[in-house]
Protein backbone atom coordinates (compact mmCIF):
# COMPACT_ATOMS: atom_id res chain seq x y z
CA UNK A 1 0.00 0.00 0.00
CA UNK A 2 1.21 3.57 -0.40
CA UNK A 3 -0.40 6.83 0.72
CA UNK A 4 -1.11 9.29 -1.60
CA UNK A 5 -2.22 12.06 1.25
CA UNK A 6 -2.34 11.47 4.88
CA UNK A 7 -6.14 10.82 4.96
CA UNK A 8 -5.77 9.07 1.48
CA UNK A 9 -4.40 5.33 0.62
CA UNK A 10 -4.54 3.35 -2.98
CA UNK A 11 -3.33 0.02 -3.68
CA UNK A 12 -3.55 -3.00 -6.24
CA UNK A 13 -4.85 -6.04 -4.59
CA UNK A 14 -3.54 -9.36 -5.17
CA UNK A 15 -2.33 -7.34 -8.34
CA UNK A 16 -6.10 -7.14 -10.28
CA UNK A 17 -8.31 -4.26 -7.90
CA UNK A 18 -6.94 -1.03 -7.74
CA UNK A 19 -8.66 0.58 -4.42
CA UNK A 20 -8.88 4.28 -2.51
CA UNK A 21 -10.33 4.62 0.33
CA UNK A 22 -10.59 7.97 2.48
CA UNK A 23 -11.35 9.71 5.57
CA UNK A 24 -13.34 12.15 3.90
CA UNK A 25 -15.72 11.88 0.36
CA UNK A 26 -13.69 11.52 -2.43
CA UNK A 27 -13.86 14.05 -5.31
CA UNK A 28 -14.45 13.18 -8.93
CA UNK A 29 -10.84 13.49 -9.87
CA UNK A 30 -9.33 11.24 -7.27
CA UNK A 31 -12.21 8.18 -8.29
CA UNK A 32 -11.47 8.80 -11.96
CA UNK A 33 -7.56 8.20 -11.15
CA UNK A 34 -8.42 5.14 -9.29
CA UNK A 35 -11.38 3.67 -11.11
CA UNK A 36 -11.69 4.98 -14.16
CA UNK A 37 -14.46 2.61 -15.61
CA UNK A 38 -17.05 5.14 -13.04
CA UNK A 39 -16.65 7.42 -16.17
CA UNK A 40 -16.74 5.43 -18.96
CA UNK A 41 -18.30 7.47 -22.15
CA UNK A 42 -20.19 4.35 -23.32
CA UNK A 43 -20.98 1.22 -23.17
CA UNK A 44 -18.74 -2.03 -23.89
CA UNK A 45 -19.12 -3.10 -27.75
CA UNK A 46 -20.18 -6.50 -26.83
CA UNK A 47 -23.86 -4.94 -25.18
CA UNK A 48 -26.74 -4.67 -27.18
CA UNK A 49 -29.07 -1.61 -28.28
CA UNK A 50 -31.52 -2.60 -25.43
CA UNK A 51 -28.66 -2.38 -22.57
CA UNK A 52 -29.53 1.53 -21.68
CA UNK A 53 -26.00 2.82 -21.16
CA UNK A 54 -25.69 5.73 -18.08
CA UNK A 55 -22.55 6.58 -16.69
CA UNK A 56 -21.92 5.14 -12.90
CA UNK A 57 -20.86 8.96 -12.24
CA UNK A 58 -24.17 9.91 -13.26
CA UNK A 59 -26.07 7.74 -10.83
CA UNK A 60 -23.49 8.97 -8.23
CA UNK A 61 -23.80 12.74 -8.84
CA UNK A 62 -27.85 11.97 -8.75
CA UNK A 63 -27.24 9.81 -5.04
CA UNK A 64 -24.73 12.92 -3.96
CA UNK A 65 -27.72 15.34 -4.13
CA UNK A 66 -29.54 13.38 -1.87
CA UNK A 67 -26.83 13.14 0.74
CA UNK A 68 -24.82 10.24 -0.41
CA UNK A 69 -20.69 10.72 -0.26
CA UNK A 70 -18.38 8.10 -1.83
CA UNK A 71 -15.16 7.04 0.54
CA UNK A 72 -14.26 4.16 -1.38
CA UNK A 73 -14.20 3.02 -5.19
CA UNK A 74 -12.24 -0.08 -6.36
CA UNK A 75 -12.05 -1.13 -10.19
CA UNK A 76 -11.40 -4.47 -11.05
CA UNK A 77 -8.75 -5.10 -14.11
CA UNK A 78 -9.32 -7.01 -17.60
CA UNK A 79 -6.93 -9.09 -19.40
CA UNK A 80 -9.21 -8.52 -22.74
CA UNK A 81 -7.56 -5.81 -25.00
CA UNK A 82 -9.59 -2.44 -24.56
CA UNK A 83 -11.97 -3.64 -21.79
CA UNK A 84 -10.16 -1.65 -18.62
CA UNK A 85 -12.34 1.04 -18.53
CA UNK A 86 -15.52 -0.69 -19.07
CA UNK A 87 -14.52 -3.03 -15.86
CA UNK A 88 -16.63 -3.80 -12.99
CA UNK A 89 -16.11 -0.94 -9.96
CA UNK A 90 -17.38 -0.68 -6.63
CA UNK A 91 -17.95 2.29 -5.08
CA UNK A 92 -18.94 2.34 -0.68
CA UNK A 93 -21.04 5.31 0.53
CA UNK A 94 -22.04 7.46 3.64
CA UNK A 95 -25.34 9.00 3.90
CA UNK A 96 -24.95 12.69 5.58
CA UNK A 97 -28.14 11.32 7.73
CA UNK A 98 -25.79 8.84 9.55
CA UNK A 99 -24.75 9.99 12.51
CA UNK A 100 -21.86 8.48 13.39
CA UNK A 101 -20.95 7.95 16.88
CA UNK A 102 -19.72 4.19 17.15
CA UNK A 103 -16.72 2.63 15.82
CA UNK A 104 -18.33 1.91 12.64
CA UNK A 105 -19.91 3.19 9.86
CA UNK A 106 -22.41 2.05 7.91
CA UNK A 107 -21.78 1.97 4.12
CA UNK A 108 -23.83 1.51 1.11
CA UNK A 109 -22.30 -0.38 -1.52
CA UNK A 110 -22.79 0.39 -5.27
CA UNK A 111 -21.51 -2.20 -8.03
CA UNK A 112 -21.90 -1.61 -11.90
CA UNK A 113 -19.84 -2.52 -14.95
CA UNK A 114 -20.30 -1.42 -18.43
CA UNK A 115 -19.22 -4.82 -19.92
CA UNK A 116 -22.40 -6.81 -19.16
CA UNK A 117 -20.68 -8.47 -16.40
CA UNK A 118 -22.71 -7.04 -13.59
CA UNK A 119 -26.21 -5.50 -13.03
CA UNK A 120 -26.31 -2.29 -10.31
CA UNK A 121 -26.18 -3.72 -7.21
CA UNK A 122 -26.78 -2.45 -3.80
CA UNK A 123 -25.93 -3.69 -0.76
CA UNK A 124 -25.27 -3.20 2.78
CA UNK A 125 -21.80 -2.68 4.30
CA UNK A 126 -19.88 -1.61 7.41
CA UNK A 127 -16.94 -0.13 7.95
CA UNK A 128 -14.67 -0.66 11.46
CA UNK A 129 -12.46 2.46 11.89
CA UNK A 130 -9.86 0.77 13.61
CA UNK A 131 -8.46 -1.58 11.21
CA UNK A 132 -10.46 0.01 8.27
CA UNK A 133 -12.25 -3.52 7.83
CA UNK A 134 -14.92 -3.27 5.11
CA UNK A 135 -17.53 -5.44 6.43
CA UNK A 136 -20.26 -6.67 3.52
CA UNK A 137 -23.53 -7.65 5.62
CA UNK A 138 -25.15 -11.35 4.67
CA UNK A 139 -28.39 -12.12 4.50
CA UNK A 140 -30.24 -9.67 6.94
CA UNK A 141 -30.37 -6.79 4.31
CA UNK A 142 -32.19 -7.87 0.45
CA UNK A 143 -29.94 -7.48 -2.17
CA UNK A 144 -31.34 -4.42 -5.29
CA UNK A 145 -30.20 -5.42 -8.58
CA UNK A 146 -31.46 -3.11 -11.36
CA UNK A 147 -31.02 -4.01 -14.83
CA UNK A 148 -29.76 -1.75 -17.10
CA UNK A 149 -33.15 -0.15 -18.60
CA UNK A 150 -35.71 2.23 -17.76
CA UNK A 151 -34.98 4.95 -15.27
CA UNK A 152 -31.51 3.59 -13.87
CA UNK A 153 -30.69 6.38 -12.07
CA UNK A 154 -33.97 6.75 -10.06
CA UNK A 155 -34.47 2.86 -9.65
CA UNK A 156 -30.22 2.82 -7.83
CA UNK A 157 -31.20 5.99 -5.79
CA UNK A 158 -34.93 4.18 -5.06
CA UNK A 159 -32.69 1.05 -3.90
CA UNK A 160 -29.99 3.23 -2.09
CA UNK A 161 -32.50 4.40 0.13
CA UNK A 162 -34.36 0.83 0.96
CA UNK A 163 -30.78 -0.50 1.88
CA UNK A 164 -30.74 2.86 4.28
CA UNK A 165 -33.98 1.88 6.25
CA UNK A 166 -32.29 -1.43 6.38
CA UNK A 167 -29.43 -0.18 8.86
CA UNK A 168 -31.00 -0.48 12.00
CA UNK A 169 -31.74 -4.05 11.86
CA UNK A 170 -27.92 -4.48 10.76
CA UNK A 171 -26.61 -2.43 13.87
CA UNK A 172 -28.92 -4.71 16.31
CA UNK A 173 -27.53 -8.14 14.95
CA UNK A 174 -24.19 -6.62 15.53
CA UNK A 175 -24.87 -4.97 18.87
CA UNK A 176 -26.08 -9.28 19.33
CA UNK A 177 -22.62 -10.35 18.28
CA UNK A 178 -21.00 -7.57 20.59
CA UNK A 179 -22.92 -9.48 23.48
CA UNK A 180 -21.72 -12.83 22.85
CA UNK A 181 -18.70 -14.50 24.16
CA UNK A 182 -16.92 -17.25 22.99
CA UNK A 183 -14.32 -19.72 24.75
CA UNK A 184 -11.28 -20.84 22.77
CA UNK A 185 -12.90 -23.88 21.09
CA UNK A 186 -15.77 -21.80 19.49
CA UNK A 187 -13.30 -19.36 18.79
CA UNK A 188 -11.32 -21.90 17.15
CA UNK A 189 -14.19 -23.59 14.99
CA UNK A 190 -14.96 -20.04 13.96
CA UNK A 191 -11.60 -19.98 11.99
CA UNK A 192 -11.67 -23.33 10.96
CA UNK A 193 -15.17 -22.39 8.73
CA UNK A 194 -13.42 -19.23 7.66
CA UNK A 195 -10.51 -21.43 6.59
CA UNK A 196 -13.02 -23.86 4.44
CA UNK A 197 -14.52 -20.84 3.15
CA UNK A 198 -10.78 -19.12 2.11
CA UNK A 199 -8.95 -22.11 0.75
CA UNK A 200 -12.02 -24.93 0.01
CA UNK A 201 -12.81 -27.74 2.36
CA UNK A 202 -10.81 -29.87 0.42
CA UNK A 203 -7.97 -28.30 1.18
CA UNK A 204 -8.20 -28.01 4.90
CA UNK A 205 -9.21 -32.12 5.06
CA UNK A 206 -6.21 -33.62 6.69
CA UNK A 207 -6.80 -36.96 4.96
CA UNK A 208 -7.40 -38.80 2.29
CA UNK A 209 -4.31 -37.50 0.40
CA UNK A 210 -5.83 -33.85 0.37
CA UNK A 211 -3.17 -31.24 0.84
CA UNK A 212 -3.15 -28.74 3.90
CA UNK A 213 -4.39 -24.82 3.79
CA UNK A 214 -1.29 -23.31 3.84
CA UNK A 215 -2.27 -21.47 7.75
CA UNK A 216 -4.09 -22.71 10.79
CA UNK A 217 -7.15 -21.86 12.35
CA UNK A 218 -4.96 -20.04 14.75
CA UNK A 219 -3.69 -17.65 12.92
CA UNK A 220 -6.50 -16.38 11.39
CA UNK A 221 -7.77 -15.43 15.08
CA UNK A 222 -4.61 -13.71 15.67
CA UNK A 223 -4.68 -10.18 17.20
CA UNK A 224 -2.80 -7.57 14.75
CA UNK A 225 -3.59 -4.32 17.02
CA UNK A 226 -4.70 -3.99 20.95
CA UNK A 227 -8.15 -3.09 19.72
CA UNK A 228 -9.22 -6.35 18.53
CA UNK A 229 -8.69 -8.26 21.44
CA UNK A 230 -11.22 -9.76 23.18
CA UNK A 231 -13.51 -12.93 23.57
CA UNK A 232 -16.58 -11.82 21.65
CA UNK A 233 -18.10 -12.53 18.72
CA UNK A 234 -17.26 -9.47 17.31
CA UNK A 235 -13.86 -9.13 18.32
CA UNK A 236 -13.80 -12.85 17.10
CA UNK A 237 -14.93 -11.97 13.54
CA UNK A 238 -13.34 -8.82 12.88
CA UNK A 239 -9.67 -10.77 13.49
CA UNK A 240 -10.51 -13.54 11.29
CA UNK A 241 -11.91 -11.16 8.38
CA UNK A 242 -8.97 -8.87 8.24
CA UNK A 243 -6.63 -11.98 8.37
CA UNK A 244 -8.72 -13.56 5.60
CA UNK A 245 -9.10 -10.30 3.40
CA UNK A 246 -5.87 -8.78 3.79
CA UNK A 247 -3.82 -11.64 3.81
CA UNK A 248 0.07 -11.24 4.80
CA UNK A 249 -0.03 -14.10 7.42
CA UNK A 250 3.34 -16.36 7.00
CA UNK A 251 2.22 -20.24 6.26
CA UNK A 252 3.52 -22.94 3.98
CA UNK A 253 2.61 -24.33 0.17
CA UNK A 254 1.90 -27.59 -0.73
CA UNK A 255 5.20 -28.62 -1.01
CA UNK A 256 6.48 -27.03 2.26
CA UNK A 257 8.02 -23.57 1.30
CA UNK A 258 7.92 -20.82 3.02
CA UNK A 259 4.93 -18.31 1.66
CA UNK A 260 2.49 -15.15 2.82
CA UNK A 261 -1.43 -15.90 2.16
CA UNK A 262 -2.29 -13.03 -0.27
CA UNK A 263 -4.72 -10.37 -0.34
CA UNK A 264 -8.37 -11.28 -1.91
CA UNK A 265 -7.78 -9.74 -5.48
CA UNK A 266 -11.44 -9.54 -6.70
CA UNK A 267 -14.33 -7.38 -6.29
CA UNK A 268 -16.47 -10.39 -6.47
CA UNK A 269 -14.68 -12.68 -4.59
CA UNK A 270 -14.25 -9.65 -1.82
CA UNK A 271 -17.61 -9.53 -1.34
CA UNK A 272 -18.34 -13.13 -1.26
CA UNK A 273 -16.32 -14.29 1.08
CA UNK A 274 -17.31 -11.08 3.66
CA UNK A 275 -20.54 -12.05 2.67
CA UNK A 276 -20.18 -15.37 3.67
CA UNK A 277 -17.80 -14.58 6.80
CA UNK A 278 -20.67 -12.02 7.95
CA UNK A 279 -23.56 -15.18 7.78
CA UNK A 280 -21.61 -17.48 9.45
CA UNK A 281 -21.32 -15.05 12.21
CA UNK A 282 -24.63 -15.22 12.25
CA UNK A 283 -24.99 -18.74 12.56
CA UNK A 284 -22.74 -18.66 15.41
CA UNK A 285 -24.54 -15.66 17.31
CA UNK A 286 -27.94 -17.71 16.75
CA UNK A 287 -26.57 -20.69 18.17
CA UNK A 288 -25.41 -19.29 21.05
CA UNK A 289 -28.42 -17.01 21.67
Known amino acids: MYSTHPTLAARFAGGSTRTLRSENPLDEDQMRAAAPSIFAEGKHASRSARYTYIPTI ?54 NSHDGASSYQMLAGMFRFVCCNGLVIGDVVEDIRIPHRGDVRGDVIEGAFRVLDEFETVEAHAEG ?60 FQRVQENVIQGGQPGRTAQGRRMRTRPVGSIDRGVSLNRALWMLAEEMRKLKA
Request: glycine share 8%; aromatic share 6%; charged share 25%.
Open 58 to 111: DVLRGLRKEGFEPFMVAQGASRVEGKTEFTKHMIRMRHAGQVQTKPEANEIILI
Open 177 to 236: MKALQLDSREQTAFATAALALRFGEHVIEQTGGHRPAPITADQLIQARRVEDRGNSLWTT
